[in-house]
Antibody, heavy 115, light 110 residues
Framework: EVQVVESGGGLVQPGGSLRLSCAASGFTFSSYWMSWVRQAPGRGLEWVANIKQDGSEKYYVDSVKGRFTISRDNAKNSLYLQMNSLRAEDTAVYYC????????WGQGTLVTVSS | QSVLTQPPSVSAAPGQKVTISCSGSSSNIGNNYVSWYQQLPGTAPKLLIYDSNKRPSGIPDRFSGSKSGTSATLGITGLQTGDEADYYCGTWDSSLSAVVFGGGTKLTVL
């Protein structure tokens, strides 16, 4: 059974940092692009970042460029999102999803940026 | 303001049919496949349609997708109360080098 499970969310002050993790199982992790997608409270979906199978290509939404870094460890079947210089508008549930089709999603992890 | 445009809400009676539109441009829908996602209240999104008109295993044929030019449409027939959810379209935007979503459409089954 394909599963992706996010962790690492929590409350952080503006300007702070947080690292999200996503543990994947039930498929050959190293064969798939992976994505992070977020959803602010009461709002729609917003794609955050993609990473290629070997990590050689990464794409980001403009609003997080220079602040967030997506990475992966294929040996650990894990995806990461390093979030720096966090802002109030980054408050959201962050989902890990298997690309290209975003066909499997985790349950999400809540990131709250507030003083 | 979302790159893809969806109606905020649609409604129909149980057993009826509804369509949800998704409008974009040549840099996204016009030259890339479209996916559709269903998000039931309090849950993670679920893939309904990929490659504009294909259903993943386990998705009933009551759900269908189509694409024409720079627009896509999700159709749902035989509406059930359990279909009440938010529906999102998504695709790759070649100009932005980004995945883009519509703002979402809330389906109410009256």
């Amino acid at each position: 059974e394909v599963q992706v499970v996010e962790s690492g969310g929590g409350l952080v002050q503006p300007g702070g940092s947080l690292r999200l993790s996503c543990a994947a199982s039930g498929f050959t992790f190293s064969s798939y692009w992976m994505s992070w997608v977020r959803q602010a409270p009461g709002r729609g979906l917003e794609w955050v970042a993609n990473i290629k199978q070997d990590g050689s290509e990464k794409y980001y939404v403009d609003s997080v460029k220079g602040r967030f870094t997506i990475s992966r460890d294929n040996a650990k079947n894990s995806l990461y999102l390093q979030m720096n210089s966090l802002r109030a508008e980054d408050t959201a549930v962050y989902y890990c999803a298997r690309a290209q089709y975003l066909d499997y999603w985790g349950q999400g992890t809540l990131v709250t940026v507030s003083s | 303001q979302s790159v893809l445009t969806q109606p905020p809400s649609v409604s129909a009676a149980p057993g009826q049919k509804v369509t949800i539109s998704c409008s974009g441009s040549s840099s996204n829908i016009g030259n890339n496949y479209v996916s559709w996602y269903q998000q039931l209240p309090g849950t993670a999104p679920k893939l309904l349609i990929y490659d504009s008109n294909k259903r993943p295993s386990g998705i009933p044929d009551r759900f269908s997708g189509s694409k024409s030019g720079t627009s896509a449409t999700l159709g749902i027939t035989g509406l059930q109360t359990g279909d009440e959810a938010d529906y999102y379209c998504g695709t790759w935007d070649s100009s932005l080098s980004a995945v883009v979503f519509g703002g979402g459409t809330k389906l109410t089954v009256l």
